[in-house]
């Protein structure tokens, strides 16, 4: 069994409840920690796929869509030459395809995205030092 949460699904047993300041009482659902993961300085990073280019994405404010800020990114980028000159039309493909993977995921070209940090998986792509 899986529970996702915004950082991607974790199995079941790797989570552990967070009782209140002493009184034995559980807090609700939402609050759930990952065991032995307590810093809060720590994030959740999902597994590379195979054969897949990932992007990390460190936002100064959240954004309501992905494509834009992702189309950005892939342009800006040097690692992957095929990606940095890919169209626009062809960029919607991969989301039409689901081959974009948001935290192990697969994104929609609408998919919002949260400040801090995101992982992208580009499924089909390779970095090019692999």
């Known amino acids: 069994m899986y529970v996702v949460l915004s950082r991607g699904a974790l199995p079941l047993k790797s989570l552990q409840k967070i009782h209140s300041n002493g009184t034995g009482r559980d807090r609700p659902l939402g609050l759930w920690q990952i065991a032995g993961m307590e810093n809060t300085n720590h ?3 999902p597994p590379k796929p195979p054969k897949s280019f990932r992007m990390v994405l460190d936002l100064n404010r959240s954004e309501k869509r992905i494509d834009a800020v992702l189309l ?3 342009k800006a980028q ?3 030459i ?3 000159i890919l169209t626009r039309t062809s960029f919607k493909q991969l989301f039409l395809d689901g081959r974009v993977l948001i935290k192990g995921q697969r994104a929609r070209a609408s998919s919002a995205v949260n400040k801090g940090l995101t992982y992208v998986d580009i499924l ?3 970095q090019t030092h692999e």
């Open 82 to 84: 095929n990606l940095a």
């Open 72 to 74: 950005a990114a892939l």
């Open 124 to 126: 089909g792509f390779s």
């Open 43 to 45: 994030q959740y990073v």
């Open 78 to 80: 040097k690692e992957n």
